[in-house]
């Protein structure tokens, strides 16, 4: 298979479960997950009529930004580190993985050098594993408000990376979990908040996620292949 069928193969899978969720196949965008490949898959990717790509590895990110050459969008889904969001500033569309307030501050910081705003999401660790980043579920609107008052930074939704478990069916309450928060965030009306994007969903389990709300699924090994 290559990346064009992979690629015509997964567009038809997210069209499908947006029928079955009664939903716009255009209200679901397809983040193909770039970390580790070259810049010469991508631009394959890019061939083929993909244009938005995520990435997690910033100084990584930074050198191959630069060598491709096609009009692409970048998100940044990987967990940051405050001093490598240098890396980022100016490049990225969408940061996904905002989980705690001072790495919202560095992102201000950077994008203010620049007079630039960057959208981003706020991550959350529903299941509250201690090998994966995000805020809790309790301390969501304090941090909502906190980074809406930073002016290079607007928020426009949420992300979630729940626990990789074989069969897509048990994730999906993590999934509807995600899509309940931001539905009650909404109704805080938090001056500065949005909650248009739900980052969830992955080669395995993105079905699930687009029948529960999804409006972005980060797809890589299906498209790419393995990572190596």
Same mark, same amino acid.
């Given at each position: 298979?290559?990346?064009?069928?992979?690629?015509?193969?997964?567009?038809?899978?997210?069209?499908?479960?947006?029928?079955?969720?009664?939903?716009?196949?255009?209200?679901v965008?397809?983040?193909?997950?770039?970390?580790?490949?070259?810049?010469?898959?991508?631009?394959?990717?890019?061939?083929?009529?993909?244009?938005? %790509?995520?990435?997690?590895?910033?100084?990584? %990110?930074?050198?191959?930004?630069?060598?491709?050459?096609?009009?692409?969008?970048?998100? %940044?889904?990987?967990?940051?580190?405050?001093?490598?969001?240098?890396?980022?500033?100016?490049?990225?569309?969408?940061?996904?993985?905002?989980?705690?307030?001072?790495?919202?501050e560095e992102i201000?910081?950077?994008?203010?050098?620049?007079?630039?705003?960057?959208?981003?999401?706020?991550?959350?660790?529903?299941?509250?594993?201690?090998?994966?980043?995000?805020?809790?579920?309790a301390?969501?609107?304090?941090?909502l408000?906190?980074?809406?008052?930073?002016?290079?930074?607007?928020?426009?939704?949420?992300?979630?990376?729940?626990?990789?478990?074989?069969?897509?069916?048990?994730?999906?309450?993590?999934?509807r979990?995600?899509?309940?928060?931001?539905?009650?965030?909404?109704?805080?009306?938090?001056?500065?908040?949005e909650?248009?994007?739900?980052?969830?969903?992955?080669?395995?389990? %993105?079905?699930v996620?687009?029948?529960?709300?999804?409006?972005?699924?980060?797809?890589?090994?299906?498209?790419?292949?393995?990572r190596?």
């Open positions: 298979m290559t990346i064009q069928n992979n690629l015509q193969h997964i567009r038809g899978r997210i069209d499908a479960a947006c029928l079955r969720a009664g939903r716009d196949p255009d209200t965008r397809l983040v193909a997950v770039s970390k580790t490949k070259p810049a010469a898959m991508i631009e394959m990717a890019a061939a083929a009529g993909q244009r938005l %790509f995520g990435e997690s590895y910033a100084q990584e %990110f930074a050198a191959k930004a630069d060598e491709v050459q096609p009009p692409v969008e970048w998100h %940044f889904i990987g967990g940051l580190q405050t001093n490598k969001v240098k890396y980022l500033a100016g490049k990225v569309n969408l940061i996904h993985s905002v989980d705690r307030l001072p790495l919202a201000n910081r950077q994008w203010a050098k620049i007079d630039q705003v960057v959208d981003v999401l706020i991550q959350l660790n529903l299941a509250e594993e201690e090998t994966k980043s995000g805020t809790g579920e301390d969501l609107e304090k941090l408000r906190r980074v809406a008052e930073l002016p290079h930074l607007r928020i426009r939704g949420l992300m979630a990376l729940p626990p990789c478990l074989a069969d897509p069916e048990e994730v999906r309450p993590f999934f979990r995600l899509r309940q928060l931001a539905d009650m965030m909404t109704k805080r009306n938090i001056p500065g908040v909650m248009a994007e739900l980052s969830m969903g992955m080669s395995h389990d %993105f079905e996620a687009i029948e529960e709300g999804a409006t972005l699924v980060r797809v890589g090994s299906a498209i790419f292949g393995e190596y």
